[in-house]
């Protein structure tokens, strides 16, 4: 069975930074692409950010600036680094990886950011 968990959210002040993990206990980890998502209070789940497995990258307009994703093959882990946080980054932050035909998220990461 296929796990994904997200690490790293947290409180934190306008401003400031965060990277959030992103791990599975699955040797197809590395070998799918994974995506961040981020859903803030009573909206709809949106895409941040894609990387595949040889690390390309591909973020929304929204993202493009504040949002870094990147992969490290030894680890098993995808992050996420978001910097200069707004309080609009409020919200749960998930990981998805793409294999085996399926999506298989996690259970998500809540950040808050506090203005």
């Known amino acids: 069975q296929v796990q994904v968990e997200e690490f790293g959210g947290g409180l934190v002040q306008a401003g400031g930074s965060l990277r959030l993990a992103c791990a599975a206990s699955?040797?197809?980890?590395?070998?799918?692409?994974v995506s961040w998502y981020h859903q803030a209070p009573g909206k709809q789940r949106e895409l941040v950010a894609s990387?595949?497995?040889?690390?390309?990258?591909t973020y929304t307009d929204s993202a493009k600036g504040r949002f870094t994703i990147s992969r490290d093959q030894s680890k098993n882990s995808v992050y996420l680094q978001i910097n200069s946080l707004k309080p609009e980054d409020t919200g749960v932050f998930y990981c998805?990886?793409?294999?085996?035909?399926?999506?298989?998220w996690g259970q998500g990461t809540q950040v808050t950011v506090s203005s």
């Open positions: 998805v990886l793409a294999a085996l035909g399926t999506r298989f």
């Open positions: 699955t040797s197809i980890f590395n070998l799918n692409p």
């Open positions: 990387i595949t497995s040889g690390g390309f990258t």
